[in-house]
């Protein structure tokens, strides 16, 4: 089996690294939380190419056979210079736009990501693609990166917080949400829960997640890692390694969920 590496800007990946084990438990996966420098949504471009391409040697460095970009800005960013200058396979995120305007029952879509996200011309392309006859209603998720990071996950401060940006999408009728940000998944149950409380009953979640799982899988698959002619020997078949480039309480809080 392969070895897997994934990088997110913080702890948010491990909302990605959580599906994929589910699909490929036998995988060793190394995690890299660039927490020192989290949030990558109001970072330079410059600066997110930067990290992303010395995090990916490390990964490399390490023995990964592939590696998931469970980070929607920094794929936005990154992930075509990564696949130009790496001959390993890379799978990034996208917000799930294309399956939300197929399932809304009332026309509207709302999307939750990072500005970076929301402004990067892989979205825009992507909503132009699959959004026809539908309406897309955005909103940046104010705060949400920050309040995982320090693992509040719950409480009336996560609440508050989500509420101002999940209730203009509400009120706009969207009955898809979609989570355009690996770390927006850890506050799914807490928006759930203020979709209930304010009777906007019947409203779902979409976390692209479970899907990069299986293009990962696809990946691997024609790309030969991992298969039963051993091309890739993974030392500790379901082991993870959690690396930071800084504090660790919350990412092991967090991966432990
Ligand atoms: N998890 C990252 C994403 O999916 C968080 C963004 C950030 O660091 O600003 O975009």
Do not use: W
Not at 68 to 87: G, M, P, W
Not at 103 to 125: E, M, W
Not at 127 to 150: A, I, M, Q
Not at 197 to 214: C, H, K, S
Request: include cysteine; proline fraction near 5%; hydrophobic fraction near 40%.
């Amino acid at each position: 089996m392969a070895v897997i590496g994934v990088m997110d800007s913080g702890s948010g990946g491990l909302s990605v690294l959580r599906e994929i084990r589910k699909v490929l438990p036998e995988a060793s996966y190394i995690y890299y939380a660039d927490n020192a420098n989290c949030p990558y949504g109001t970072k330079s471009r410059e600066f997110i190419l930067q990290r992303c391409h010395s995090i990916c040697e490390l990964l490399l460095s390490r023995g990964a056979d592939a590696i998931v970009i469970a980070c929607n800005t920094a794929t936005a960013v990154a992930i075509s210079s990564l696949r130009e200058k790496y001959d390993v396979p890379f799978v990034g995120m996208e917000p799930a736009v294309k399956p939300a305007a197929m399932g809304t029952q009332s026309g509207v879509i709302g999307v939750l990501a990072t500005a970076g996200t929301l402004s990067a011309s892989k979205y825009l392309d992507m909503k132009d693609r699959y959004s026809d006859g539908v309406e897309v209603v955005e909103h940046v998720g104010e705060g949400f990166v920050e309040l995982v990071e320090r693992g509040v996950l719950s409480g009336p401060e996560a609440e508050k917080t989500c509420a101002a940006s999940l209730m203009p999408l509400l009120e706009k009728g969207a009955d898809i949400i979609v989570l355009g940000c690996t770390h927006y998944p850890f506050l799914r149950p807490v928006m759930e829960k203020i979709c209930a409380e304010r009777g906007y009953r019947g409203v779902r979640f979409i976390d692209p997640a479970p899907a990069v799982a299986r293009r990962l899988i696809q990946v691997l698959e024609e790309k030969g890692i991992g298969d039963k002619s051993g091309v890739a020997a993974c030392p500790v078949p379901g082991s993870v390694e959690l690396l930071s480039s800084g504090p660790r309480e919350v990412l092991e809080y967090l991966y432990s969920k």
